[in-house]
């Protein structure tokens, strides 16, 4: 199984456009801590990629990826499709700019769809455009990433949902509550039987979850907020941490302790513009190492 770190910011990127925080001017000043928002790229075959979240550096990070630039054909792409683990508008804006494709898949679990497709209008916005076609994911029980283009049948990467919580985006509030409105990923490749799990937006570490964790030989996990008064203390919420969706990594109920009991390799992703992490000489980033943990880097690849 082959990952590509395309970005590990939460909404908004590092830098953000409005903001002159110390991490986003840290980030002006020092090119190198820039972080595009969060988005994987996932081979499901030879020359075939999924995109897990479609963000809006999503132009960019496909230029800065050359697995997934076009070729040999002139409008042949190696991307076949997104998919999506909540309806978060830093996680869907990038479908938009994918206009240009021949036709395009989108997983996604029923709300997520129905909040992206009817709320946002992308399938009325696009259908002059291009061919969407949508495959349900659902919170039970694998399915194939993609249809295999070669190869024995029923050897190609496989995914299933695990059901995280039930936060809707600002703009769908009021939609129907739904315990899939946001997922974690559990990719898993038959052939190797090495599994990963993706879970940029943790609200609750539910028995599920840890159970898919437990099981995966590589986590990669909401690292938004380092502790849970960070967005009150630097005034961007009047919310905690877990107020706005997110578990921190530190504290009492933070991730990092959960994580450190776990086999597999874990990282963090999805950092806000105030997380300490986002400088490179922080000490968080010791107590992190002293646990086995990592933090996730823009062009990282896994390799499972
Ligand atoms: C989140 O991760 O909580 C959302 O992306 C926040 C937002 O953009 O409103
Ligand atoms: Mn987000
Ligand atoms: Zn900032």
Not at 9 to 16: S, T, V, Y
Not at 42 to 68: F, K, M
Not at 121 to 149: D, I, K, S
Request: glycine share 12%; proline share 9%; charged share 20%.
């Amino acid at each position: 199984m082959l990952l590509q770190v395309l970005g590990t910011a939460a909404g908004g990127g590092i830098p953000q456009w409005n903001c002159a925080c110390p991490g986003c001017s840290g980030a002006r000043a020092h090119p190198g801590r820039r972080r595009r928002h969060a988005s994987l790229a996932v081979r499901a075959d030879e020359g075939r990629w999924y995109l897990v979240n479609a963000t809006p550096d999503i132009g960019d990070q496909i230029e800065a990826h050359p697995a997934l630039h076009p070729g040999p054909g002139a409008r042949q792409t190696p991307i076949a499709g997104v998919v999506l683990t909540d309806a978060e508008l830093d996680h869907t804006l990038g479908i938009w700019r994918l206009r240009e494709a021949d036709g395009l898949e989108i997983l996604a679990t029923a709300p997520v769809r129905e909040a992206v497709d009817g709320r946002l209008r992308l399938g009325p916005v696009l259908t002059p455009y291009t061919t969407l076609t949508w495959r349900e994911l659902h919170g039970r029980g694998t399915q194939p990433l993609g249809p295999r283009a070669s190869g024995p049948a029923g050897s190609g990467l496989r995914i299933s949902a695990v059901p995280v919580s039930g936060k809707r985006p600002r703009y769908a509030a009021d939609a129907p509550e739904d315990d899939t409105w946001v997922v974690a990923l559990r990719l898993y490749d038959p052939a190797t039987g090495r599994s990963a799990l993706y879970a940029p937006a943790v609200a609750t570490w539910s028995d599920t979850l840890h159970q898919a964790a437990a099981e995966a030989d590589c986590v990669i996990v909401d690292g938004t907020f380092w502790d849970e008064e960070e967005p009150r203390r630097t005034g961007i919420s009047s919310r905690t941490a877990t107020g706005m969706g997110h578990l921190p990594i530190d504290g009492p109920n933070g991730t990092a302790g959960i994580l450190a009991t776990l086999p597999g390799r874990c990282l963090y992703t999805h950092l806000n513009n105030t997380n300490p992490l986002l400088d490179p000489a922080a000490p968080e980033h010791k107590r992190l190492a002293r646990l086995g943990l990592e933090v996730a880097d823009d062009g990282m690849v896994i390799e499972l």
